[in-house]
């Protein structure tokens, strides 16, 4: 496993990607739109959060040209470890618990839809680059 991750961090480059980056600047502006003007339901706790993921993976994707599955692990791997973070009193640690911004970024609570909402965003991307692979 460790050989592994030693090999794909090896066949990581740093290249600027056009289309993910306008992917994520579209995203980031719907999700801004959404945290500011949506305060609660649906659309703002779990489809911000399936977007989020998605927005983080095309952020990657935009500067990192590597295979999607590697960008899309660790996008879960954040996405999952700042979640769990949410368990602990980890914005008061960071003396943050009063900033707006990060309790909008980094969350306040802990929520399994959340969790569910990254899987599926995950499964969406790698569903996306399998089927945009396949008609290369």
Do not use: W
């Amino acid at each position: 496993m460790v050989f592994r991750f030693k090999q794909a961090f090896l066949i990581m480059k740093f290249q600027c990607n056009k289309n993910y980056s306008i992917a994520a600047i579209v995203l980031f502006i719907v999700e801004a739109f959404i945290a500011t003007f949506l305060k609660d339901g649906f659309i703002r706790h779990t489809f911000g959060d399936y977007l989020v993921v998605i927005l983080l993976y095309c952020m990657f994707k935009s500067v990192i040209k590597t295979k999607p599955f590697y960008i899309a692990i660790a996008v879960f791997i954040i996405a999952y470890g700042i979640e769990f973070l949410q368990l602990t009193h980890f914005l008061e640690v960071l003396k943050l618990q009063n900033n707006t911004v990060a309790k909008i970024i980094l969350g306040s609570t802990f929520s399994i839809q959340d969790l569910i909402a990254y899987t599926l965003g995950i499964i969406t991307i790698l569903i996306f680059e399998h089927k945009t692979q396949n008609n290369a």
